[in-house]
């Protein structure tokens, strides 16, 4: 299951184009928190902690412990969304979507190919065609990723959705005969038997 990570932030006044570039000058990152039991609230965090958190994480839906330093609260909550700046990668903004232990929550976490695959053993090409997957649990249910194990999986074989196991707690509303992933046939072999088929025809032509 997913680690909470802890955070720390301060409410924000300053708003305004202006105003967040300033912050973001003083290595800050703005940012709001909402959530069903409370009011919408503009916050600001430190630019590196912020990163920190998300260089150790294989997804940005991230599960936190958000401390309110100057209104001496904490609250569970997801990284709901991170914008990016798309020249350099730099954070610009973060929402943080507050919630409760007993709250379903909709996350989005990647997927990712475990186990040896036969196929790929006989020379087969390994096609990850469903990057990440839209799933549906409790915040203590949240997985970091989706592991798919593709070890039974032969050249010309694939997974769909519902011959993956997920975690405990977990579900999907992706249909059931989406394919996950698929091995394929070496195209090398088909290059070869053309070359093999072209020279043939060359054999038969100079006759």
């Given at each position: 299951?997913?680690?909470?990570?802890?955070?720390?932030?301060?409410?924000?006044?300053?708003?305004g184009?202006?105003?967040?570039?300033?912050?973001?000058?003083?290595?800050?990152?703005?940012?709001?928190?909402?959530?069903?039991?409370?009011?919408?609230?503009?916050?600001?965090?430190?630019?590196?902690?912020?990163?920190?958190?998300?260089?150790?994480?294989?997804?940005?839906?991230?599960?936190?412990?958000?401390t309110?330093?100057?209104?001496?609260?904490?609250?569970?909550?997801?990284?709901?969304?991170?914008?990016?700046?798309?020249l350099?990668?730099?954070?610009?903004?973060?929402?943080?979507?507050?919630?409760?232990?007993d709250?379903?929550?909709?996350?989005?976490?990647?997927?990712?190919?475990?186990?040896?695959?036969?196929?790929?053993?006989?020379?087969?090409?390994?096609?990850l065609?469903?990057?990440?997957?839209?799933?549906?649990?409790?915040?203590?249910?949240?997985?970091?990723?989706?592991?798919?194990?593709?070890?039974?999986?032969?050249?010309?074989?694939?997974?769909?959705?519902?011959?993956?196991t997920?975690?405990?707690?977990?579900?999907?509303?992706?249909?059931?005969d989406?394919?996950?992933?698929?091995?394929?046939?070496?195209?090398?072999?088909?290059?070869?038997?053309?070359?093999?088929?072209?020279?043939?025809?060359?054999?038969k032509?100079?006759?």
């Open positions: 299951m997913a680690k909470t990570s802890a955070i720390t932030a301060h409410t924000r006044k300053r708003s184009s202006g105003a967040l570039t300033s912050l973001r000058a003083e290595g800050l990152i703005p940012g709001v928190v909402y959530g069903k039991d409370m009011t919408a609230t503009n916050i600001r965090l430190n630019r590196k902690a912020l990163e920190s958190v998300l260089h150790h994480s294989v997804s940005e839906h991230i599960l936190v412990d958000l309110l330093d100057d209104a001496k609260e904490s609250k569970l909550a997801i990284i709901q969304d991170v914008q990016h700046n798309p350099n990668g730099n954070v610009l903004h973060v929402d943080f979507h507050a919630i409760r232990e709250e379903v929550i909709h996350s989005k976490v990647p997927v990712e190919l475990g186990g040896e695959c036969v196929g790929a053993k006989a020379g087969g090409l390994v096609e065609l469903v990057h990440s997957l839209n799933i549906t649990c409790l915040p203590n249910d949240l997985p970091e990723k989706i592991v798919v194990d593709i070890s039974a999986v032969e050249i010309g074989g694939s997974l769909h959705t519902k011959e993956i997920l975690p405990k707690g977990v579900t999907t509303k992706l249909g059931p989406v394919v996950i992933m698929l091995v394929a046939a070496p195209r090398v072999v088909e290059v070869v038997a053309v070359a093999v088929a072209d020279t043939k025809k060359k054999g032509g100079k006759k």
